[in-house]
């Protein structure tokens, strides 16, 4: 029995060794080839750590030993990436005896992913940044520049309107003996001027019923209109106390004939006239003046104006017709918005499509539009009061404009001229002295008219000084 015991022993141990003899075959056959692998690790199993009796065990494994393929492969899918990786077995071999190491090398792994991450966040944000610091900038210097050109657009504005001003005292150009007279040199009571753009100065020399032509740089008058031994008469040929002049650019003359009552046309080198206004008999019908100041045209509608004195009224008259019709006033003398008192003086303004009137019983100027029924105030009493202000006028009996509008007028009994810059009621005295006549450079002594050439230097008719 006891020796049964022992062979049955024998034979067991003997069986069992062969058993794993031939496991450990097996074990090393497999382990000499690469394989592919193919296992399905979560992201929790690849991130934690491994101990060694799980690896022991998972060796021990028969089941896990035979998903070894016969093509020696397995897929193995990544949680991260999701993409099947090739793997040489003795990395897998690797991670089977060094877990511990092979853990660590994917936790370095991962964190340089999340370190290259943070720093892509970190560029990004760091480029924003210069972006925005970039807009501000730009933002800035196109404030500072709209800001210097807004200055700069100030500047030139202040640059295109200059102060006016003239010199206070005068230069005599003609009648420079400052004695009436009738030779070629003097003038008698001297009342209309215009000028040509080379400056050449045409002067009605009223007492002596003539109209002088004194070329620039001479003081010696040539006679162009009338006789120049001042003889008068109603002939077309002669003048009558004439008053106001105006030229056309080719220096043709529209006289304002006082005492004749009409307007004359007379072109340039001509011995006479041609009737344009009135019949030369005075009255107060379509076709009559009652002395005649003044003249003016509309060059755009061919109309040449009349200043009908002692009727209160403006005549417009067509060309080739004597007979006109009423453009302003007709109503009576007065100070009443639709009537008019001795208008002396008269300009077209042709940008508003009206006149300025110098009423000169009324102390004032006036504009009246054409078509219009009534005037409104420029300058001066709106009731008709004289003064020597500088916002009133005493007679005034000359006016003009310059190209931006600011207007000039002859204050006759103030023997001044005053300058109202365009849009203002209070006046500037830019030449002669308040309330003193005079004979001096500085003085003027009862001026009559005005004229601007085209550098705004200043024409005056001084009346009682024959200059």
Not at 273 to 289: C, K, M, P, R, W
Not at 354 to 373: D, E, K, P, Q, Y
């Amino acid at each position: 029995m006891k020796t049964n015991s022992i062979s049955t022993v024998k034979v067991t141990r003997q069986r069992i060794n062969q058993t794993k003899n031939n496991q450990h075959r097996k074990i090393k056959k497999t382990s000499s080839r690469v394989v592919h692998i193919t296992a399905g690790l979560s992201h929790q199993n690849t991130s934690r750590s491994v101990s060694n009796p799980t690896i022991d065990n998972l060796r021990k494994d028969k089941s896990f030993q035979s998903k070894v393929n016969n093509n020696n492969s397995i897929a193995l899918n990544q949680h991260q990436d999701d993409k099947p990786l090739s793997l040489n077995l003795s990395k897998v071999k690797d991670a089977w005896a060094n877990p511990m190491n092979y853990h660590n090398r994917r936790s370095n792994q991962n964190l340089n992913n999340k370190k290259k991450k943070k720093y892509t966040r970190s560029c990004l944000i760091w480029l924003l940044l210069v972006l925005v610091l970039l807009i501000i900038t730009g933002l800035i210097v196109l404030i500072v520049f709209l800001t210097k050109s807004k200055t700069s657009s100030t500047t030139t504005t202040n640059i295109v309107n200059p102060v006016l001003r003239w010199n206070a005292s005068g230069i005599t150009i003609a009648g420079v003996t400052g004695m009436s007279g009738i030779n070629a040199s003097q003038l008698d009571n001297p009342w209309g001027l215009a000028l040509t753009y080379d400056n050449t100065l045409y002067v009605t020399d009223r007492y002596n019923n003539r109209v002088q032509q004194f070329v620039s740089g001479s003081t010696v008058g040539i006679t162009v209109a009338g006789h120049s031994n001042g003889m008068s008469n109603s002939m077309l040929n002669s003048l009558f106390f004439p008053s106001k002049i105006l030229l056309d650019s080719n220096e043709n003359l529209y006289i304002a004939d006082g005492f004749n009552n009409r307007g004359l046309y007379w072109a340039k080198s001509s011995n006479s006239g041609v009737l344009i206004a009135g019949t030369g008999v005075s009255g107060s019908a379509l076709d009559q003046l009652n002395f005649t100041y003044d003249i003016a045209r509309n060059w755009n509608s061919d109309i040449t104006y009349l200043a009908d004195y002692y009727n209160n009224r403006v005549m417009g008259y067509r060309s080739g017709n004597t007979t006109g019709f009423v453009i302003a006033g007709d109503n009576g003398a007065g100070g009443n918005y639709t009537q008019l008192n001795g208008p002396i003086a008269i300009y077209f303004d042709s940008l508003t499509n009206s006149f300025l009137i110098a009423n000169f019983n009324c102390h004032n100027i006036v504009r009246w539009t054409l078509g219009a029924n009534n005037w409104t105030l420029v300058v001066g009493s709106i009731n008709g009061l004289p003064g020597s202000t500088s916002t009133l006028l005493f007679a005034p009996t000359g006016l003009t404009l310059d190209p931006m509008g600011n207007l000039y007028v002859a204050d006759l009994a103030n023997h001044r001229i005053q300058l109202f810059l365009n849009g203002e009621m209070n006046a500037t005295t830019i030449a002669g002295k308040t309330g003193q006549l005079g004979n001096d450079s500085m003085s003027l002594n009862q001026p009559y008219t005005i004229a601007l050439d085209n550098q705004l230097n200043l024409y005056v008719a001084d009346n009682q000084n024959h200059r």
